[in-house]
């Protein structure tokens, strides 16, 4: 049976939320947040779409600051950008597409974590799962550093806005590269060893 959804009473209801969550945050550290867009070139779409989020951030309490670049700005200029804005933006978006002969994934991945962290995860566990089948005892003492790293990683998320402060640009996309390596390694290794084990090679 079809259901009709208005979208008007959910979209109220997250500008609702949105705004509680908003005011939580200025109440706890006696300032606003600041949203940072940042377009590539004049494409209309794009700044409609941003002039809309301006609006929008504007209206619930939010600071935007919109930096516009221009269509011949390089990767290094769009990545400078991003880092410049990530120590004092609680939030950055860059507004897509971007021009063709900019490096999408090395920008987009300034404002993530790599895209090899979901598949190395995996790849880490289903290594140690596989050498750690004797007992409970190995597979606790196996997977007990996974359960480190989370909670590290939790902690560094908590404390991210003042580690980035201290850390400043530089260091934080060092740190971003160790880990991605580290990260493709694991891949790799988790590739290598289905190919023996495929091939019954030793």
Same mark, same amino acid.
């Given at each position: 049976?079809?259901?009709?959804?208005? +979208?008007?009473?959910?979209?109220?209801?997250?500008?609702?939320? *949105?705004?509680?969550a /908003?005011?939580?945050?200025?109440?706890?550290?006696?300032?606003?947040?600041?949203l940072?867009?940042i377009?590539? +070139?004049?494409?209309p779409a794009?700044?409609l779409y941003?002039?809309r989020?301006?609006?929008?951030?504007?209206?619930?309490g939010?600071?935007?600051?919109?930096?516009?670049?221009?269509?011949?700005?390089?990767?290094?200029?769009?990545?400078?950008?991003?880092?410049?804005?990530?120590?004092? *933006?609680?939030?950055?978006?860059?507004?897509?597409?971007?021009p063709?002969?900019?490096?999408?994934?090395?920008?987009?991945?300034l404002?993530?974590i790599?895209?090899?962290?979901?598949?190395?995860?995996?790849?880490?566990?289903?290594?140690?799962?596989?050498? *750690?089948?004797? *007992?409970v005892t190995?597979?606790?003492?196996?997977?007990l550093?996974?359960? &480190?790293?989370?909670?590290?990683?939790?902690?560094?998320?908590?404390?991210?806005s003042?580690?980035?402060? =201290?850390?400043?640009?530089?260091?934080?996309?060092?740190?971003?590269? /160790?880990?991605?390596?580290?990260?493709?390694?694991?891949?790799?290794?988790? &590739?290598?060893?289905?190919? =023996?084990?495929?091939?019954?090679?030793?």
């Open positions: 049976m079809e259901k009709i959804l208005l +979208g008007k009473p959910v979209a109220e209801l997250l500008d609702k939320k *949105s705004k509680n /908003i005011n939580d945050y200025i109440a706890k550290h006696n300032k606003q947040p600041l940072t867009a377009t590539v +070139g004049d494409n794009s700044l941003v002039t989020k301006q609006d929008k951030a504007l209206e619930l939010v600071n935007f600051n919109w930096l516009k670049l221009s269509e011949s700005s390089t990767s290094n200029e769009v990545k400078e950008a991003i880092e410049d804005s990530q120590i004092k *933006s609680q939030g950055i978006i860059v507004q897509l597409p971007l063709e002969h900019l490096d999408f994934e090395d920008i987009v991945n404002l993530s790599p895209l090899i962290a979901g598949p190395g995860a995996m790849a880490t566990s289903l290594l140690l799962s596989k050498e *750690s089948y004797i *007992s190995d597979a606790v003492v196996s997977y550093p996974i359960l &480190v790293v989370i909670f590290i990683a939790f902690i560094a998320m908590w404390l991210s003042k580690l980035a402060s =201290r850390l400043g640009p530089t260091i934080i996309t060092v740190v971003q590269k /160790i880990f991605g390596l580290l990260l493709g390694a694991l891949a790799i290794e988790f &590739v290598i060893e289905g190919i =023996r084990n495929s091939f019954n090679i030793i």
